[in-house]
């Protein structure tokens, strides 16, 4: 069964089957970094204050930010244990039931696929910015062209466009926050702003619980992409030290940054100003980030933003296109999918996953073009996808440590542990629960079925594949004690060793 062949991954030799692993700790890193800043801290952050209240708007970000590092934690133990190119769908196969990993992957796989085509249409508007009187599509095929060259040469020339793309993302912040910070108490800005904004008409805390728990939805999505450096592991040129390092130094760091960031805009933009709700409708000039250098004097802010967020949009793409490659690669491997996704160049890039992920996503897009409410139903089919994915996550990790002790195994064997265990992956399934079940309260108290149907689509298109799958190949769930805890098939080991010898 699939759950007995988890990995093909080749150690890394030219010219040998499967993908090589040439992406080093810092890609990883970064990439891992990069994943989490995006157009949810640049435009749509502002809108958590304007709901919730300054004071709100932290404790939604924070309690999400504790969620998603438990949850990462247990990814970490999971990667660095079993580091292959499925991640998390070869774990919901190996560790739970195949016919989860199988839902899992293809959903996982599809909605990527159409995040892409989101992606490359947002980067149309972006650059219509600057050239209105030109037709977007232009743009949005020179974009998808772009992504596919990038990922159709190299693993390292992902791994080191990324690399750059994230760092643009993260010394913006940087920025941001010592301009901040410098208004805040008056260096650079006369009088001191200070945090009298926290306090203003009945701040910090606005609409109290429930306005908290909307926001927290916002914060979710925020976090979106962290998942991300589950699928790299399979191409780490050292996955036991470099999955770790993102975990424990990337994300403290993302964490640090989306607070603080919070913090600064909650500061120096009341809660009240409709310029906080106008950014999350996508207009550059209205983003936190936009007002805030303007008032340090920046005059041409909102086209030095527009092209952050530009690289921001195009970093997303190209990560996407990457993550639901080596999705329908794994699926081929584990033969959840035929068996042509699994075929590798001699560069180790699947390229008939790339091109398979590449037409769904140009097909997608031209629906933005001829059907728009197609277009508006593959995108909806894709908003609680990450949150899908987490749920596996925290599945997996639960099995997997029950089933490794039980087994006889002892953690201190573990490369790398969560130390949250079993806390961890029971605080992250609930709360993805919460996330899910909350995502539009609102349809189910009016009963307004077109949109219960729009906001939760991916659940059901998870759960028709997964029982399909589970009816058709008669699957059960793998009892903990003959659960395959092993990683000996992903020639870890060996590249690791080749490499401290190389260096």
Not at 290 to 295: C, E, G, S, Y
Not at 322 to 334: G, I, P, Q, V
Request: aromatic share 12%; charged share 10%.
């Amino acid at each position: 069964m699939a759950q007995q062949e988890a990995s093909g991954n080749s150690s890394g030799t030219a010219g040998s089957s499967g993908v090589q692993r040439n992406l080093k700790a810092r890609h990883v890193s970064m990439i891992a970094l990069g994943g989490c800043i995006g157009t949810g801290l640049f435009m749509t952050s502002g809108s958590t204050i304007a709901k919730a209240g300054p004071g709100g708007g932290l404790v939604a970000y924070a309690a999400m930010g504790i969620m998603v590092y438990a949850l990462m934690t247990s990814l970490g133990e999971l990667a660095t244990h079993l580091p292959v190119s499925g991640s998390f769908a070869t774990y919901n196969a190996r560790y739970v039931d195949p016919a989860l990993g199988f839902a899992m992957g293809w959903n996982y796989w599809f909605n990527w696929a159409i995040t892409v085509a989101v992606d490359i249409s947002t980067a149309a508007l972006l650059i219509q910015y600057w050239l209105p009187n030109t037709p977007g599509w232009i743009w949005s095929l020179l974009v998808l062209v772009i992504v596919f060259t990038i990922n159709a040469l190299t693993v390292s020339a992902f791994g080191e466009t990324e690399f750059w793309l994230s760092l643009i993302k993260v010394l913006t912040v940087i920025v941001f926050l010592v301009v901040g910070f410098a208004m805040i108490f008056g260096i650079m800005f006369h009088p001191a702003v200070g945090l009298r904004n926290f306090t203003y008409k009945g701040g910090p805390f606005v609409g109290g619980f429930p306005a908290i728990l909307s926001v927290f939805l916002i914060a979710g999505f925020s976090f979106q992409g962290t998942e991300l450096v589950g699928v790299t592991a399979g191409e780490s040129d050292n996955p036991s030290k470099a999955v770790p390092k993102a975990i424990n130094e990337v994300f403290w760091r993302i964490l640090l940054f989306y607070i603080l960031s919070i913090f600064v805009i909650a500061a120096l933009i009341p809660y009240t100003s409709p310029n906080l709700l106008s950014a999350a409708d996508g207009d550059i000039a209205m983003s936190p980030f936009t007002l805030v250098f303007q008032r340090a004097g920046l005059a041409s802010a909102a086209s030095v933003m527009n092209a952050i967020v530009l690289t921001s949009v195009l970093s997303a793409a190209n990560s996407g296109s990457y993550a639901s490659t080596r999705m329908l690669y794994a699926l081929a491997r584990d033969h959840y999918a035929p068996q042509i996704f699994a075929r590798t160049t001699k560069r180790g890039i699947p390229m008939a996953s790339l091109i398979a992920t590449t037409i769904v996503a140009l097909a997608t897009f031209a629906t933005s073009i001829f059907g728009q409410q197609v277009y508006m139903w593959l995108v909806a089919a894709s908003g609680l996808t990450g949150f899908i994915a987490w749920l596996g996550i925290a599945i997996s990790h639960f099995r997997f440590r029950r089933a490794f002790v039980l087994q006889g195994h002892k953690v201190s064997e573990l490369k790398y542990h969560a130390k949250l265990f079993p806390l961890g992956p029971i605080l992250a399934l609930v709360l993805c629960l919460v996330v899910i079940a909350g995502q539009n309260i609102e349809a189910f108290i009016q009963w307004n079925w077109q949109e219960i149907g729009v906001t939760y689509i991916s659940v059901p298109l998870v759960l028709i594949l997964f029982f399909g799958y589970k009816i058709k190949h008669h699957t059960k769930l793998i009892p903990l004690k003959d659960i395959d805890v092993s990683a000996a098939q992903t020639g870890v080991e060996e590249h690791e060793a080749a490499e401290q010898v190389q260096g």
